[in-house]
């Protein structure tokens, strides 16, 4: 089982409804990542928090709202999706090591996503 | 530049055979090379991951080799297995230290 937990593992919501993604690990991590993964796609990278501040987004619609209360944990607020939104969520984590730079001695570890539905 | 082109996009092996997963970069500046194997309802797991300064390297039934002056790396997988069967990735590190680039996938079917 992987060390990084998602909850929930599935969520429907309307697209006037707002909801929330949660991620834990435990693993000392200073590295959290949120990525959107389409059916038979790659992930596709969200944000990057490093030491709880934000250091990438990658042009994320606001209607998606990253939260990282402590280094353990991650949040994705989630408000007026659009059906188009439908995806595996994934939440993901690295170490910090030197540079912060994902490495050989520093790799990417993700969950088991969160499935969600738009309707 | 920030592509990896991953190839081929399905693959459909005997048990016991040899499975072969091709990836090129045009990006020099990538400098880590990770394999991601994803099941059905899971998330992606690291395989295997290589530096451009090693032109091969082994873990178990797993055998990542690269050619830096090709700017190519594959994933051969000895002995393919049922269990084997699923969605690989090849990865890439980017200019930004925190972001991987992703080949396509490639859909790997083992056949009892």
């Known amino acids: 089982d992987t060390e990084v937990t998602q909850t929930p593992k599935h969520l429907v919501m309307g697209m006037t409804n707002k909801k929330s993604l949660k991620c834990e690990q435990h693993m000392g991590h200073r590295a959290m990542y949120w990525y959107k993964q389409k059916a038979k796609k790659p992930p596709e990278l969200m944000f990057v928090?490093?030491?709880?501040?934000?250091?990438i987004n990658e042009s994320v619609p606001s209607r998606f709202s990253p939260e990282c209360p402590n280094s353990s944990l991650l949040n994705l607020h989630l408000h007026a999706l659009q059906p188009e939104d439908s995806a595996l969520y994934l939440c993901?984590?690295?170490?910090?090591?030197?540079?912060?730079?994902?490495?050989?001695?520093?790799?990417?570890?993700f969950g088991n996503g969160t499935r969600l539905t738009v309707t | 530049q920030q592509q990896v082109k991953q190839s081929p996009q399905s693959l459909i092996v005997q048990k016991g055979g040899i499975s072969i997963i091709n990836c090129a970069y045009e990006?020099?500046?990538?400098?880590?090379f990770p394999w991601y194997q994803q099941f059905p309802g899971k998330g992606p797991a690291l395989l295997i991951a290589i530096r451009p300064d090693v032109s091969e390297k082994k873990e178990g039934r797993f055998t990542i080799s690269f050619n830096k002056s090709a700017k190519q790396f594959s994933l051969h997988i000895m002995d393919s297995q049922p269990g084997d069967s699923a969605t690989y990735f090849c990865?890439?590190?980017?200019?930004?230290?925190?972001?991987?680039?992703f080949g396509a996938g490639t859909i790997l079917r083992v056949k009892s």
């Open positions: 990865a890439a590190r980017g200019e930004y230290g925190n972001k991987l680039v």
């Open positions: 928090y490093s030491y709880e501040k934000l250091s």
């Open positions: 990006n020099t500046a990538f400098d880590y």
């Open positions: 993901a984590s690295s170490q910090e090591i030197g540079t912060g730079r994902l490495s050989y001695n520093s790799p990417l570890h």
